[in-house]
């Protein structure tokens, strides 16, 4: 049961149990002024005790009951709810109206050669109404709690697409700061400046892709996914402009089946993982780095995995600022548990693993 559903029983079972009390506690001051003799009934008055009896001998115990029930069975039991409420509502109805008639024998009211013939007359309407008003009841405030609930459940998946909007805002513009870090937008301005007299149709292919790739940082889905193939074109647009300042420092592999490039992955998040082999390994030694992306899926899950043959690192030193941080609240989000981002060694590899529902 929820925690939502668990604190509306509860205060609706308090509420209820004080009305119960309030009704029982009216009664009973008034049967034992009448018993005492301190006042005599008029017809009207007579009329209203005995409503008064019924409704405390019925109605307190079936709220009771009915609020533990429901708290106790309405997940369990959904479809068999209301028989559970409605047998309970019969008997209470039954058990109610001999009590009451008991009570009126007692003070008086009635006579005992009365009880039975009045018992039976009163049975099927006490049950009649005692089904009608519990029901009508009972069925109202599950209507309101699963509207109250369904409320709570907007609000909160407003409030978590928003955060996903915000992360992916910030992984744009985080790369989109990557891009147009002074370093790397000159040094790839550097190295077009330097094709353009020897390989001019090398240099004009690097500008498309540098534009490509600002574009693509600024403009992506708003749905949160992209297409795999769109997601490959910016690693590899982002790979080739880095050859233009390392060249063969950078030695990369892209096996990725075209049967699953369809499929839909957050923007940038495999580009990310990409530029964390660049910036850590590649730029880091004067051998560069080999840099393998494959991509996979199994079952319903999608896997993409870079591989480098640097040190490696540890996850648990990635704060929620940087790259790999915002990739992995973004996944979170998308994907909940059945997200995850890991890092293991493969031999002398180090496999960075992306995994989510294809």
Same mark, same amino acid.
């Given at each position: 049961?929820?925690e939502? !559903?668990?604190?509306?029983?509860?205060y609706?079972g308090?509420?209820?149990?004080?009305?119960?009390?309030?009704?029982g506690?009216?009664?009973l001051?008034l049967?034992?002024l +009448?018993?005492?003799g301190?006042?005599?009934?008029?017809? @009207?008055? /007579?009329?209203?005790?005995?409503?008064?009896?019924?409704?405390?001998?019925?109605? @307190?115990?079936?709220?009771?009951i009915?609020t !533990?029930?429901?708290? $106790?069975y309405?997940?369990?039991?959904p479809?068999?709810?209301?028989?559970?409420q409605? $047998?309970v509502l019969a008997? =209470?109805?039954?058990v109610?109206s001999?009590?009451?008639?008991?009570v009126?024998l007692m003070?008086?009211?009635?006579?005992?050669?009365?009880?039975w013939? =009045?018992?039976r007359?009163?049975?099927?309407?006490?049950i009649?109404?005692s089904?009608?008003?519990?029901?009508?009841?009972s069925?109202?405030e599950?209507?309101?709690? *699963?509207?109250q609930?369904?409320?709570?459940?907007?609000?909160? !998946?407003?409030?978590e697409? &928003? !955060?996903?909007?915000?992360l992916l805002?910030?992984?744009r513009?985080?790369?989109? #700061?990557?891009?147009?870090? %002074?370093?790397f937008?000159?040094n790839?301005?550097?190295s077009?400046?330097?094709l353009?007299?020897?390989?001019?149709?090398?240099?004009?292919?690097?500008?498309?892709k540098?534009? @490509?790739?600002?574009? +693509?940082s600024?403009?992506?889905n708003?749905s949160?996914l992209?297409?795999?193939?769109?997601e490959l *074109?910016?690693? /590899?647009d982002?790979?080739?402009?880095?050859k233009t300042r390392?060249?063969?420092r950078? /030695?990369?592999e892209i096996?990725?089946p075209?049967s699953?490039q369809?499929?839909k992955?957050? %923007?940038?998040?495999l580009?990310?993982l990409? #530029?964390?082999a660049?910036k850590?390994?590649?730029?880091?030694?004067? #051998?560069?780095?080999?840099?393998?992306?494959?991509?996979?899926?199994?079952?319903?899950?999608?896997?993409?995995?870079? +591989?480098d043959?640097?040190?490696?690192f540890?996850?648990?030193?990635?704060?929620?600022e940087h790259?790999?941080?915002?990739?992995?609240? /973004?996944?979170?989000l998308?994907f909940g548990?059945?997200? &995850?981002?890991?890092v293991t060694? &493969?031999? #002398?590899?180090?496999?960075?693993r992306?995994?989510? %529902?294809?």
């Amino acid at each position: 049961m929820t925690e939502a !559903r668990q604190k509306h029983h509860r205060y609706a079972g308090h509420i209820l149990r004080a009305i119960s009390i309030a009704f029982g506690t009216a009664l009973l001051i008034l049967l034992l002024l +009448f018993s005492l003799g301190k006042f005599r009934l008029s017809e @009207s008055g /007579r009329e209203f005790i005995v409503a008064l009896t019924y409704c405390t001998l019925i109605a @307190s115990p079936s709220i009771v009951i009915l609020t !533990r029930i429901s708290y $106790l069975y309405t997940d369990k039991f959904p479809r068999l709810i209301i028989l559970m409420q409605a $047998l309970v509502l019969a008997c =209470n109805a039954t058990v109610g109206s001999l009590g009451a008639g008991v009570v009126f024998l007692m003070i008086g009211l009635d006579t005992p050669a009365m009880f039975w013939p =009045n018992f039976r007359a009163v049975l099927p309407f006490s049950i009649v109404i005692s089904l009608m008003f519990g029901l009508s009841i009972s069925t109202y405030e599950t209507m309101r709690f *699963k509207l109250q609930t369904a409320a709570l459940e907007l609000r909160t !998946r407003q409030v978590e697409q &928003e !955060r996903a909007y915000k992360l992916l805002a910030e992984a744009r513009l985080s790369s989109l #700061e990557s891009r147009i870090h %002074p370093h790397f937008l000159f040094n790839t301005l550097n190295s077009i400046a330097a094709l353009i007299p020897s390989d001019p149709v090398r240099a004009e292919d690097t500008v498309g892709k540098l534009a @490509s790739l600002l574009r +693509f940082s600024l403009n992506a889905n708003e749905s949160g996914l992209v297409p795999l193939r769109q997601e490959l *074109k910016i690693v /590899r647009d982002y790979l080739e402009i880095e050859k233009t300042r390392f060249g063969a420092r950078i /030695r990369y592999e892209i096996d990725v089946p075209e049967s699953i490039q369809d499929m839909k992955v957050p %923007p940038l998040a495999l580009q990310c993982l990409v #530029e964390n082999a660049v910036k850590h390994v590649a730029a880091q030694r004067t #051998e560069g780095a080999a840099i393998k992306i494959a991509g996979s899926k199994d079952a319903n899950r999608l896997s993409l995995t870079v +591989f480098d043959d640097g040190p490696g690192f540890s996850l648990d030193a990635i704060t929620p600022e940087h790259g790999l941080g915002n990739l992995i609240g /973004r996944l979170e989000l998308l994907f909940g548990a059945a997200g &995850e981002l890991g890092v293991t060694h &493969e031999g #002398e590899k180090t496999a960075v693993r992306l995994g989510f %529902p294809a």
